[in-house]
């Protein structure tokens, strides 16, 4: 399994790439390096190399091309998230997509052909790197199509759908050399070819270490999405466009959406949040073995008071090695936000391992002593799943799944219930109402054992602020 750290420039944020410093990305690459981490995820951001939308900047694909081998000298593979997007309260959206401007990033045709035109040459940018993890279309962008954004780009998601598979296939066109705008400047329209996952693009996710699950590999295409996709009926982006498209199913685990208030921070629903998250995702992917990747995760000190970040950053990892093709744990992050910098809600400023003048922390050295002894995954899957109920009796769509999932609902309940009582500690699988009838499906997982969710089992009903909303 790998363990990764999302890197966020010590020096000047992701402002940094305005006036990119080589020895500056250098430093802190190698005080990454140091923890044993095996790979970084790095986010250029998109009105930067693309400013017009018929103009992307040759120099700001070389400077991210100019990231991925530095990392490289530190022996560090690199995850290249293409759409930033939003990072930590801050949406950088361009200027042709904003204000007298604004039209539908996820349905307007020409909007839809120039982002795909930018992820395409993006990853084309650094296609031939040996040391190129993968292409993520964006950080969380589900965020942009539903409240509580504020000015949302309202889609269903069959257009999500289209959205994803119009990116997915520009990633791979990058990757693939068929790009015509790899490194200059110009736009080429979407061919909107299927993204959908096919076949998979990494082997030996659960059993492989370090590099030795990218090498021999071609460079993974991902989506990634916050938990709404899991926990909000009305987010138009869902679990099928996280299990449906790209090569890897990503998850983003954060306490602070209700979990931590609810369970304490060092907390069974706290520390396996991570864990139940990859599980309940997984329950959607259509092929057994498709890897599953815990993307982001972090110690937010407006749950997790710093005594006990260290702690929680070791469980939440140990938890996270019983489930099943895991691809690898990639911690926020890296640096300490510095205090010069304004406007950030409060829990952002020191979600690093590092503070943001360089010294390791104690998160760090918990996350260190894991990256360094390398703990091997269960490889065999949990046998027992919980059963979600995501269709009727009559087998139509039952809404209302979504909130069940999320903290404080009945099936987030009843799956820490059986994944607390469990002889080996590790929690359940999640198989969903209708795919049970598979024999076959759940052979392939492992599953021998079946638990329904107990009916009087009551949820507890939570109201969270969106962390941008945060002081």
Known sequence: ??????????????????DFSASDTARDLEAIASLGADHVRIFPLWPVVQPNRTL????ALRDVATVVDLAGSFGLDVNVDALQGHLSSFDFVPSWLDSWHRRNMFTDPDVVASTAAYVEALAGAVAD?????GITIGNEVNQFAHAPHPAPHDITAEQGHAWAAAMVAAARRGLSGASATSGASGASGASGASGTSGTSRVSGASGASGREARRGSAPLVTVAQYDAAWYDDAQPFGPEHAADHGDATITHSWVFNGTA????PLGAGSVRHGEYLLQLAAAWNRRPDRPNWLQEVGAPTNVVPPSDAASFTEQTVRHVLGAQHVLGVTWWCSHDVSRSLADFPELEYDLGLFTNDGALKPAGQAFAALAQSRPTPTVEPPATALVLDDVLTDGTPRFGVRADCAPGGRFAAAWLALAESSPDGRGPQVVLRSR?????????RGITTIVEVPDDLDGTALTVAHPATMP
């Open 1 to 18: 399994m790998r363990f990764g750290v999302n890197y966020t420039p010590a020096v000047g944020w992701f402002h940094s790439w305005l």
């Open 56 to 59: 992307i900047r040759a120099s």
């Open 129 to 133: 790197r040996p040391n190129l993890l």
């Open 261 to 264: 208030a609810l369970h304490g």
């Open 436 to 444: 049970l009838a598979d024999g076959t499906l759940r052979a392939e």
